[in-house]
């Protein structure tokens, strides 16, 4: 029986000790803290006591004064950023701008090392302690409670990367980057130019008519894109216009001094030369880059090792304020790089890099930049991918997403859990997903994550390569079948029930759903014909479009309409825009009076990249719109000449064809469109032709949605034929202002129309 005493009031003082060792901030909305800064505090270090206090005030009511570290000390202190008081802690396990929390009897001590690691322990402290949650620039969760208690803490936090970027569009909201400890607006300003800077140093339209031997020598051709890296007067040029920009912007530390998006380096002598020594064409950058760096060595000199310059050069020694950006824009995205063995040049890059300099900037993507919308299960590989940087000693972090689109797929679940893992990698990823899904989607949050598994198993399933420029159409050999697409669309189904009385989460769903809705749209262009095609039903008498993708179409536009800055694609194809072409391609479907479902002769063959449907494709009634990747028939360097049979003589007055331009893409209208009729076959005789008046101009190249169709039309007196020649001259040859030139240019054309 004493023993029984003994134990129990054992027990009791245990109990007892564990609530006294808690301390109460707030009780029934009262304190007795108040929050102790230094009288000259930071810009940061005064914010973070201002948020504290923000915060405290609406989890719980109370007002929590702000003093100086100069009033008398009591016990009931939250002692924030640099100040006598925090004399007593050791902050040497700091490490960037990491920071440590830590109670002593019944203060709080919070201090943080760099600009705003006292920020980051604020909100740290927030998250970990009081159950805050920033799901997305709009999504705040704030528990309300009377009563604030908190454990004893003594933790020590430091992030895994020094510089933390996320490019989406949550991650250009200041608050947002604070409270998940990424680089702000205001840390953005240390960089004066910020990559392919090539073209804005030595502008092509100021110095190439004059000097083309400022640029890179191709084929024996100089050409407008990249500098000669070896030409003297080229580094003289760079140097003078970096020196004024630096004076411009003093205070910028990092410069960019990097190759432009394209593959154009040179290949003169003496670039070669250099090239051929250190094995790669980083060698001649490094080589020029270096040089640049010796000029400046008060400020970082950044390039890129990307594309062809991404393989380390041999022997070359990098300066050491020579910081590199490692691009990953060729791997594929279905394994993590370090498992994918056709990702192991990267990672042999990577290797070699890190051995030649610890100044790396990773520059990571984790979207579909060709279609923002669509479906793209990456999940898989963040995690491991960022802890094999970290492996690596990379110290600076930016991710690639879809920047400025307001609707990306999952955008605001990606910004979040990058965010998490570049301050932590081996944090417990499923329970952070977790936790964002059934915060953001509520009740609805189990099926979001049900459709996320299973669309990653599938694509796992299948072997399909996930890459950063595929599409919904390709991906229907693999995650989007068509009967995956019906799986997807019934757990959504389930999803809106699960939350169809609380408007804010069923709005969410909705935007998750967009993509499978994308998805559909561009599918159904390559179905063309059943319930999932532009057509339901085609004979010849009767022809019905899909009233079910018309549906789908127009709840597309209604929820992109929504909000601003909506964009399809990278190149800023927007929402409305893409709408606007879907419903102008429906509208000419199978309008072809005489000429829908006759027969075609190719007497100039398409390439065998983009044949559309073969010989059908230029009568079948199905138009393409301005992606040229559906429904277009391609020539590369040669004219389109093709004969169409009417099986029987008709009479004809007027033939067109839609032709596509997209100067970016090497896509030119052709110089004119030549109509020839006969009535055996054999012998044709000209009626009509029409050149074209719509040169292509350099600012096309700016963007692919500069992309446009042309109608060529032969009007003419009415003739009797049954054979009728279209002939399409292509200009062969990109012009010389063109990236492309000295190579060859494209025509597009999806349909030629007989009436």
Not at 351 to 374: A, E
Not at 411 to 437: A, C, Q, V
Request: hydrophobic fraction near 35%.
């Amino acid at each position: 029986m004493n023993n029984k005493i003994f134990f129990f009031l054992f027990i009791s003082a245990v109990l007892l000790n564990a609530q006294t060792d808690k301390l109460k901030i707030v009780t029934e909305s009262k304190s007795d803290y108040k929050i102790i800064i230094s009288s000259s505090a930071s810009r940061w270090d005064s914010l973070a006591a201002l948020e504290f206090q923000k915060y405290i005030k609406e989890i719980s009511g109370a007002i929590l004064p702000l003093e100086n570290y100069s009033s008398p000390e009591t016990d009931f202190e939250i002692v924030i950023g640099k100040n006598n008081r925090i004399n007593e802690i050791d902050t040497s396990g700091i490490k960037y701008d990491g920071f440590i929390i830590k109670t002593v009897n019944n203060k709080i001590y919070f201090y943080g090392g760099g600009k705003k690691g006292t920020l980051n322990a604020v909100f740290s402290f927030l998250e970990k302690y009081l159950d805050c949650r920033m799901y997305s620039s709009q999504v705040k969760i704030i528990p309300a409670k009377n009563s604030i208690e908190i454990p004893q803490i003594d933790l020590v936090d430091n992030p895994a990367f020094a510089y933390r970027d996320v490019h989406y569009y949550e991650a250009n909201q200041d608050e947002y980057c604070r409270w998940h400890k990424l680089v702000d607006s205001d840390d953005k300003k240390m960089w004066g130019m910020f990559v392919h800077t090539f073209q804005t140093l030595l502008p092509a339209d100021k110095y190439f008519k004059d000097h083309p031997e400022y640029y890179s020598l191709r084929n024996g051709i100089r050409v407008p894109q990249e500098p000669c890296l070896s030409n003297p007067e080229v580094y003289k040029i760079v140097v003078d216009e970096l020196r004024k920009r630096m004076a411009e912007n003093p205070n910028a530390k990092y410069w960019s001094v990097s190759q432009n998006d394209d593959d154009d380096y040179c290949q003169c002598d003496e670039c070669s030369r250099i090239d051929s020594y250190e094995g790669s064409p980083s060698g001649s950058v490094i080589n020029f880059v270096n040089k640049i760096a010796k000029e400046f060595p008060d400020k970082i000199i950044s390039t890129l090792a990307y594309r062809y310059s991404r393989k380390a050069p041999l022997h070359i020694k990098l300066e050491k304020n020579v910081n590199i950006m490692l691009c990953t824009i060729e791997a594929y995205r279905t394994k993590p790089l370090a498992d994918d063995t056709s990702s192991s040049a990267f990672v042999k890059d990577l290797d070699d890099w890190s051995k030649l300099t610890n100044n790396i900037i990773l520059w990571d993507y984790v979207v579909q930049f060709s279609n923002l919308i669509s479906p793209f299960p990456n999940f898989q590989v963040l995690q491991p991918n960022i802890q094999l940087f970290n492996k690596y000693n990379v110290n600076m972090m930016f991710q690639q997403g879809a920047g400025g689109c307001r609707l990306t797929e999952f955008g605001e679940l990606r910004s979040y859990l990058i965010s998490k893992l570049l301050w932590n990698p081996n944090l417990n990823f499923d329970s952070t997903m977790n936790d964002f899904l059934n915060g953001y989607y509520g009740k609805a949050g189990i099926y979001i994550r049900e459709y996320i598994d299973l669309m990653q198993t599938e694509l796992i399933k299948s072997g399909h390569k996930l890459w950063i420029y595929s599409n919904p159409v390709e991906q229907m050999k693999s995650f989007l079948t068509p009967e995956l697409m019906d799986r997807y669309n019934s757990i959504f189904d389930k999803a809106e029930l699960a939350v169809g009385n609380e408007p804010e989460c069923l709005e969410r769903v909705k935007f998750a759903r967009l993509p499978l809705m994308y998805a559909t749209l561009e599918q159904a262009k390559e179905i063309r014909i059943g319930e999932k095609g532009l057509l339901i039903n085609m004979t010849k008498t009767q022809v019905i479009v899909n009233p079910n993708l018309n549906v789908v179409l127009d709840s597309f536009f209604n929820l992109t309409s929504r909000v601003d800055n909506v964009y399809v694609n990278e190149k800023s194809l927007t929402a409305q825009k893409y709408f606007q072409r879907y419903k102008r391609m429906l509208s000419k479907l199978m309008y072809n009076p005489l000429g829908l479902g006759k027969n075609v002769k190719f007497i100039s063959e398409p390439n065998w990249k983009y044949p559309a449907n073969g010989e059908k494709s230029l009568t079948d009634g199905f138009r393409g719109d301005e992606d040229y990747l559906f429904n277009w028939v391609g020539y590369e360097g040669n004219d389109m000449e093709v004969v169409v049979d009417l099986n029987k003589t008709e009479t004809i007055k007027k033939v067109s064809a839609d032709f596509l331009q997209n100067v970016f893409s090497w896509i030119f209208l052709p110089e004119d469109m030549q109509v020839s009729i006969s009535k055996d076959g054999k012998k044709f005789s000209d009626v009509s032709v029409v050149k074209n008046i719509t040169p292509p101009t350099q600012e096309e190249l700016a963007s692919p949605i500069h992309a446009f169709i042309k109608n060529f039309s032969c009007e003419f007196e009415p003739v009797k034929a049954r054979f009728i020649k279209v002939k399409a001259t292509s200009m062969k040859i990109c012009p010389r202002w063109h990236p492309g030139y000295p190579f060859k240019a494209w025509i597009f054309t999806d349909e030629i129309v007989i009436e």
